[in-house]
Structures are given as structure tokens and as C-alpha cells.
């Protein structure tokens, strides 16, 4: 897995979780988060959470489920009106 085959899958997706692209190259959350940290410091990639309070308080949820990246690139087929539906547990408050 490298810098350029994550673009790739992102750019064709639009948008993901991490949990989905871990799965995709099959390694681990933590190493892909570290990687798509490179694209967000480079402005091409935004990070954002499967709803506003997600990772502050319950922790009922996986973060890698619900962390989401999106693909900025005008190019890209990604639209900001289309947000990632993601599942959250049934006992989180936050949905």
C-alpha cells in the first residue's frame, strides 16, 4: 500500500471510512491513518466524523468506522452534498 493506490481508492470513491480502506488493502487502521494524515496536510483529503460528536463522549462506536475522508480534488467525482451514510450503534445518543 502507498500514498498513490490510497488517492486512487479515494479519488474513485469520493468518499470512505478508514475502516473501509483498511479493509480494502488489508492492513491495519492505524497505518492508514497515518497515511491519510499526508493527505490531509496536503489539502487534498478532509477528515470528518460520522456525526458532530462522535469520538467525544459515548465511545461506543469503532473510530475507525466512523471517521470519514473525502476526497477534495475538483477532478474527482466526489460532490460535498453527498455525505457517507454510516451505521452507528444502536445505544449511541449521537445519531
Not at 29 to 54: F, L, N, P, Y
Not at 71 to 76: G, R
Amino acid at each position: 500500500m502507498i500514498l498513490s493506490e490510497i488517492r486512487d481508492y479515494l479519488k474513485q470513491r469520493g468518499q470512505c471510512t478508514l475502516s473501509d480502506i483498511a479493509l480494502h488493502f488489508d492492513t491495519d487502521a492505524d497505518a492508514v491513518r497515518g497515511m491519510m494524515d499526508i493527505w490531509v496536510r496536503k489539502g487534498k483529503v478532509e477528515k470528518h466524523s460520522a456525526t458532530d460528536s462522535c469520538g467525544t463522549s459515548c465511545q461506543s462506536c469503532d473510530p475507525a468506522a466512523t471517521e470519514i475522508y473525502s476526497w477534495l480534488d475538483q477532478s474527482s467525482n466526489n460532490s460535498s452534498s453527498n455525505k457517507l451514510n454510516v451505521t452507528v450503534p444502536g445505544n449511541c445518543d449521537h445519531k
